[in-house]
């Protein structure tokens, strides 16, 4: 989910888009390396889906306060609903969100300046503190400065507040986990893995349980169906400076196989051309250029979509139709049925793959991450401008038991 900044995404300017255990402390030497006693471990943290939102856990203060987080490639601040407004802040839902008191917490540290970010789903203002966080039962040495949101126009949002894990460059009030969980005394190294599980959440079915994960500094092999393939990150138009988990589009490509073989077709992509990645979006978002056309050789009708026509998803399971996006040196395949989502109006209804952006550029959301074991890789512990690292995205096909389920869930 992007927030708003001074930003170019080709013609488009303007748009950027529990509790610990026993908490054991992981101590940094001076020298900034770990010692033989202290092996850094990846730290994986189950996904929990809340009204279709997907989140994981964390904790924050002295004694530890458990918050639900949005985990967003999008953005890159790190914040928490505070208990007033997890109480009285516009929300859709009649719970009460997860908070985090820095006034119920003996180890919270008052900046002394606030901050607004502006999302695509609302607003929120609010004052930067630091305090301990601890993920699963390893609290970090580094205090984490995150923004504590005492106001939110965000009502559809069911989580406590965001994790960011695009780029820290500019993040608000230098509110990043990458300062003060991606180092190299905490983690074996400066990737995440995401597996966003088998079961997929629909309107019907907004809090299913999930086997799906989130891996900081590894992922998960076990899960791969084939060797990843890589492609990179390249930074900003406006600068040199990585700021989302932008790569370049070089082709796109549909395919039709019959009794007679295989037909495909080739759509034209614009130089400058990127895709970005973001886990805080469901859908996938596709130039409006080519949306007649991409829909067309899929084998739907836009203008019929267009009126409120939704297929079975019974139907795209028998479309025999793919989607290949060329990403860096990367060819991505997908079926029409792997790129929709059951939901609309019943379960046995699919919403279509794709809405139009205004936009030369591609906006890929968790109805295309699903299908992929992803590893988001930094690249280096301390990446800002070109020259830092190279990041990069890798992605795996899942193995077939890992596959999400397309139909309608049980």
């Known amino acids: 989910m992007w927030h708003l900044r001074s930003l170019v995404l080709g013609s488009l300017v303007g748009l950027k888009l529990v ?27 189950p996904i929990k889906i809340i009204n279709t939102y997907d989140t994981i856990r964390l904790s924050l203060g002295t004694p530890p306060q458990p918050v639900d987080l949005l985990f967003d ?19 859709a839902y009649n719970f009460t969100r997860s908070f985090y008191d820095p006034h119920a917490s003996s180890t919270s540290l008052s900046a002394n ?48 507040g965001f994790v960011g894990l695009s780029f820290k460059t500019n993040s608000p009030g230098r509110t990043s986990i990458y300062d003060t969980l991606f180092q190299p005394s905490i983690l074996p190294d400066h ?27 590894g992922s998960e092999e076990n899960k791969y169906g084939t060797a990843l393939k890589w492609a990179n990150v390249i930074p900003s138009p406006m600068s040199s400076e990585y700021e989302l988990w932008r790569v370049p589009v070089y082709g796109v490509m549909t ?26 979006a469901t859908s996938i978002s596709a130039p409006e250029a080519i949306i007649d056309a991409l829909y067309k050789f899929l084998g739907l009708n836009y203008t019929a979509i267009q009126h409120g026509y939704r297929p079975l998803c019974s139907e795209l399971l028998a479309l025999n139709t793919s989607l290949t996006l060329t990403f860096d040196a990367i060819n991505i395949t ?31 959301g968790k109805n295309y991450l699903k299908s992929f074991y992803t590893v988001w890789d930094l690249g280096g512990w301390n990446v800002s401008v070109i020259g830092d690292a190279i990041p990069r995205i890798g992605f795996s096909y899942l193995k077939d038991e890992y596959r999400p389920n397309l139909s309608a869930n049980p």
């Open 19 to 45: 509790a610990a255990a026993d908490n054991l402390e992981v101590n940094v030497p001076r020298n900034g390396k770990s010692t033989p006693n202290s092996k850094p471990k990846a730290l994986t943290l």
């Open 73 to 91: 490639t999008g953005s890159d601040a790190l914040w928490v609903l505070d208990p007033s407004c997890a109480k009285n802040c516009r929300s």
């Open 113 to 160: 300046t606030s901050e607004t970010v502006d999302y695509l789903g609302g607003t929120i203002v609010g004052n930067v503190w630091s305090d301990k966080l601890r993920i699963q039962n390893v609290s970090l040495p580094l205090p984490q400065r995150f923004i504590s949101v005492n106001n939110s126009s965000w009502s559809s949002l069911a989580a406590g």
């Open 191 to 217: 990737r995440t893995g995401i597996y966003l599980g088998k079961t997929l959440s629909t309107e019907f079915n907004p809090n299913p349980t999930t086997n799906g994960v989130v891996t900081f500094g």
């Open 255 to 280: 395919t039709k196989n019959s009794v007679n073989g295989a037909v495909s077709k080739s759509l034209g992509v614009q130089a400058g051309t990127s895709a970005i990645f973001d886990t805080g």
């Open 334 to 364: 997908l079926t029409t049925a792997e790129l929709s989502t059951p939901g609309y109006t019943e379960d046995k209804y699919c919403w279509p793959p794709f809405i139009p952006w205004k936009s030369q550029n591609w906006l890929i």
